[in-house]
């Protein structure tokens, strides 16, 4: 289960279930964190959403 965040040009992936950086084009250490904390506070909603959008097989 992946996400991406992308901005300006810049991108980022992270697995979801151990929240994890997959990887990054772009964004600077310190974004990069907010981002993950980011993920890491939401990781529930966004496993749901991952969940209602692609089912559970995926």
Same mark, same amino acid.
């Given at each position: 289960?992946?996400?991406?965040?992308?901005?300006? @040009? %810049?991108? +980022?992936?992270?697995?979801? *279930?151990?929240?994890? #950086?997959?990887? !990054?084009? @772009? %964004?600077? +250490?310190?974004?990069?964190? *907010?981002?993950?904390? #980011?993920?890491? !506070?939401?990781?529930?909603?966004?496993?749901?959403?991952?969940?209602?959008?692609?089912?559970?097989?995926?």
């Amino acid at each position: 289960m992946l996400i991406f965040v992308d901005r300006e @040009g %810049f991108s +980022a992936k992270f697995w979801l *279930n151990p929240v994890q #950086l997959a990887r !990054n084009v @772009g %964004f600077v +250490a310190h974004e990069l964190r *907010n981002i993950e904390r #980011l993920v890491l !506070n939401n990781q529930p909603i966004l496993l749901e959403a991952w969940h209602g959008y692609f089912g559970d097989e995926r």
